[in-house]
């Protein structure tokens, strides 16, 4: 017999999980120095939250763009953002893994929607500062700048559970009896 249902208390262990993914997207994408962006065919020019290099051939001129205020917003953005999602998950290993304190839910939820507005924020001002910064060419967003997009989409999705998840305190706990979605004889 195949049964399919929703573990719940599996929710306990996932939902930390995911933001600990996110939390590890948010670090590579601000520190990563390979860029998150580069010109399309020459491959003369690339940049990454703090710097910018042009050339060629172990021959790259280095230039901060840490000069530039939007460059310092994007930074600020980005940092205010992983340590407000550090501070969620940690919240979060607490409440759901150590114990299970359904009161702090919401506010992991609130904390989750901070951190993606500072992050959207940023990721919005960043290519659009950066494309009146460099006239000639086009240029790609590359897997750097990606990783940060990710880290924001999984805030969203785990905003979303932690909000929802205060009504199901039955299923979380093992109380409630399993509906399953599917059974076959």
Not at 32 to 50: F, I, L, N
Not at 95 to 100: I, M, P
Not at 162 to 173: A, G, I, N, Q, V
């Amino acid at each position: 017999m195949f049964r399919c249902g929703i573990a719940y208390p599996r929710c306990r262990w996932i939902v930390p999980l995911l933001l600990l993914f996110a939390i590890i997207f948010d670090i590579i994408a601000i520190a990563a120095d390979s860029g998150w962006v580069e010109d399309e065919g020459a491959e003369s020019h690339y940049a990454s939250m703090w710097n910018q290099y042009r050339g060629r051939n172990n021959n790259w001129d280095t230039k901060s763009l840490m000069e530039y205020s939007w460059a310092q917003a994007v930074a600020a953005l980005m940092i205010i953002g992983l340590i407000i999602l550090i501070i969620a998950f940690l919240i979060s290993c607490v409440s759901l893994c150590c114990t299970l304190n359904l009161a702090l839910l919401p506010v992991i939820g609130v904390l989750l929607i901070v951190v993606v507005i500072l992050q959207i924020i940023a990721l919005i001002i960043y290519p659009v500062e950066f494309n009146k910064l460099i006239f000639e060419g086009n240029y790609y967003y590359t897997w750097a700048y990606g990783f940060g997009w990710g880290a924001t989409i999984l805030s969203i999705g785990c905003a979303i559970l932690f909000c929802c998840l205060p009504r199901y305190e039955d299923e979380l706990t093992g109380l409630a009896k399993t509906k399953y979605i599917y059974t076959s004889a």
